[in-house]
């Protein structure tokens, strides 16, 4: 960073330092990121690596945000801040199940182009990890990116995923992989009350509003149609 001296100059601290606090940030996104399958780190658990021992309060946006261009310039990393989003209703004033303390978090993406992460990078362990996310986002975008809880279950019965259901041979306990999308932000729950009492609701989160997704997710729904299409003129 070419005004590097200049900004540490308001902060009191040496270039070591900042290294360290640096080095200490990246670790930590690394980490959490491997340890929590790739949910959302809240920027105030990184605020506070820096905070624990300096008191300046511009010091830790300095800090992240020069960690931020090393995870892109070393690592190929993008460090990738999420707004969180707020449901589209409210429950009668109350809010939804998830808060809204934690307005910004980040997530890491692969800058890699995708055929190469594909072959170099992409766990074959995990892919069908992948695949449930994109079938259940795909789910909801289709229901015009909210649908209520039953009705997400239906979608799912038909491909033969029960709420009940703890071994599926490649997902496991099937409430808990969905639960985990909404951990990862990919989902938000919400819980209206109607006439006949509360009804759950899934809608997109930020994750899955990213235009990178979206964009992939519209381009599936095309192929599926023009295939549909296609099979049908020949019959």
């Given at each position: 960073?070419?005004?590097?001296?200049e900004d540490?100059?308001?902060?009191?601290?040496?270039?070591e330092?900042k290294?360290?606090?640096?080095?200490e940030?990246?670790?930590y996104?690394?980490?959490?990121?491997?340890?929590?399958s790739?949910?959302p780190?809240?920027?105030d658990?990184l605020t506070?690596?820096?905070?624990k021992n300096?008191?300046q309060r511009?010091l830790?946006?300095?800090v992240?945000?020069?960690?931020r261009e090393?995870?892109?310039t070393?690592?190929?990393?993008?460090?990738?801040?999420?707004?969180?989003?707020?449901?589209?209703?409210?429950?009668q004033g109350?809010?939804?199940?998830?808060?809204?303390?934690d307005v910004?978090?980040?997530?890491?993406?692969s800058?890699?182009?995708?055929?190469?992460?594909r072959?170099y990078?992409?766990d074959?362990?995990?892919?069908?990890l992948?695949?449930?996310?994109?079938v259940?986002?795909?789910?909801?975008y289709?229901?015009?990116?909210k649908?209520?809880e039953?009705?997400?279950w239906?979608h799912?019965r038909?491909?033969?995923l029960?709420?009940?259901e703890?071994?599926?041979p490649v997902l496991g306990?099937?409430k808990?992989a969905?639960?985990?999308?909404?951990q990862?932000?990919y989902l938000?729950?919400?819980?209206v009350?109607?006439?006949?009492?509360n009804?759950l609701?899934?809608?997109?989160?930020e994750?899955?509003?990213?235009?990178?997704?979206?964009k992939?997710?519209?381009e599936y729904?095309?192929?599926?149609?023009?295939?549909?299409?296609?099979?049908a003129?020949?019959?």
């Amino acid at each position: 960073m070419a005004n590097t001296g200049e900004d540490l100059s308001q902060f009191d601290i040496s270039q070591e330092e900042k290294d360290k606090l640096v080095a200490e940030v990246i670790r930590y996104v690394l980490f959490k990121t491997h340890q929590n399958s790739g949910c959302p780190i809240k920027r105030d658990e990184l605020t506070q690596l820096v905070t624990k021992n300096y008191r300046q309060r511009a010091l830790p946006a300095l800090v992240i945000n020069a960690a931020r261009e090393k995870l892109s310039t070393i690592f190929g990393y993008e460090m990738k801040e999420l707004q969180r989003s707020r449901p589209s209703s409210t429950n009668q004033g109350r809010t939804s199940q998830q808060s809204f303390a934690d307005v910004k978090s980040y997530v890491i993406i692969s800058q890699l182009p995708a055929d190469v992460y594909r072959k170099y990078v992409e766990d074959v362990n995990t892919a069908h990890l992948t695949g449930f996310t994109f079938v259940i986002v795909s789910i909801v975008y289709l229901a015009g990116g909210k649908i209520a809880e039953d009705g997400l279950w239906h979608h799912m019965r038909r491909m033969g995923l029960y709420e009940n259901e703890e071994n599926h041979p490649v997902l496991g306990n099937i409430k808990q992989a969905l639960e985990a999308l909404v951990q990862q932000r990919y989902l938000q729950k919400d819980k209206v009350n109607g006439p006949e009492g509360n009804t759950l609701f899934y809608e997109l989160a930020e994750r899955a509003l990213d235009e990178a997704i979206s964009k992939k997710i519209k381009e599936y729904i095309s192929q599926i149609v023009q295939n549909d299409g296609a099979s049908a003129d020949v019959e």
